[in-house]
């Protein structure tokens, strides 16, 4: 067992450019989401998902999107990479039941120059 | 929305000596409240949750919170600290209605000294 398990690891982009961070569980979780963290600040959760085909936003959604189309999948996409979204960025799954254990990957550490 | 304080950023103590990381949340509605650590360059792990009943908690490590309704607190406490638990502790909170959704405290970093 995995658990939950993200890539790349670390990642330098320049402004403006793309990327994908990916995020895979193999907990058959139905529920995931993206968090980052910035230095002082504790997590703020960007995006979620209930299942496959099911996302919503979080507290802080601007300038990420994500999609959902397997159960083990939920990547996050950054769209014209800002200084702001410099952080590390969090993957997490959980069965969605009330009181249920969030599980966390390792993280991606992301730096926009 | 819910939000979560921890009052202090750092903690600095002495191996073997007693420690408590204090954390209080806003909320009008039953919670649930969690505890994780994270050392250097990880994610998160569970430490203990309360869900309802015994207001004491018992998690992993020797780690224990106690769950105060009417001061809204839910402090994490260990007698005696270790070298090995160096690292940063995250309160977070979810509630009954919303229980996908966990807010998070900004963190205590704990410094166990030789």
């Known amino acids: 067992n995995a658990g939950v398990t993200q890539t790349p690891k670390f990642r330098i982009l320049k402004i403006g450019q793309s990327m994908t961070l990916q995020c895979a569980q193999d907990?058959?979780?139905?529920?995931m989401y993206w968090y980052r963290q910035d230095p002082g600040m504790g997590l703020k959760l960007i995006y979620y998902?209930?299942?496959?085909?099911?996302?919503d936003k979080g507290e802080v959604p601007n300038g990420y999107n994500v999609s959902r189309s397997t159960t083990e999948d939920f990547p996050l996409r950054l769209e014209l990479a800002a200084p702001s979204q410099t952080s590390v960025y969090f993957c997490?799954?959980?069965?969605?039941?009330?009181?249920?254990?969030?599980?966390f990957g390792p993280g991606t550490r992301l730096l926009v120059l | 929305a819910q939000s979560v304080t921890q009052l202090d950023s750092q903690v600095p103590v002495f191996e073997e000596a007693p420690v408590e990381l204090r954390c209080n949340y806003s909320?009008?509605?039953?919670?649930?409240l969690f505890w994780y650590v994270q050392y250097p360059n990880q994610g998160l792990q569970l430490l203990l949750k309360?869900?309802?009943?015994?207001?004491l908690v018992k998690g992993i490590n020797g780690f224990e919170a106690e769950f105060n309704k009417s001061q809204t607190s839910f402090h994490l406490r260990k007698p005696s600290v270790h070298i090995s638990d160096t690292a940063e502790y995250f309160c977070?909170?979810?509630?009954?209605?919303?229980?996908?959704?966990?807010?998070f405290g900004s963190g205590t970093k704990l410094n166990v000294k030789p």
């Open positions: 997490a799954s959980s069965y969605g039941r009330p009181g249920e254990t969030q599980y």
């Open positions: 907990m058959n979780h139905n529920y």
């Open positions: 998902s209930v299942g496959a085909g099911i996302t």
């Open positions: 909320s009008s509605v039953s919670v649930y």
């Open positions: 309360y869900l309802s009943g015994s207001t």
């Open positions: 977070a909170v979810s509630d009954r209605y919303n229980f996908n959704k966990f807010y």
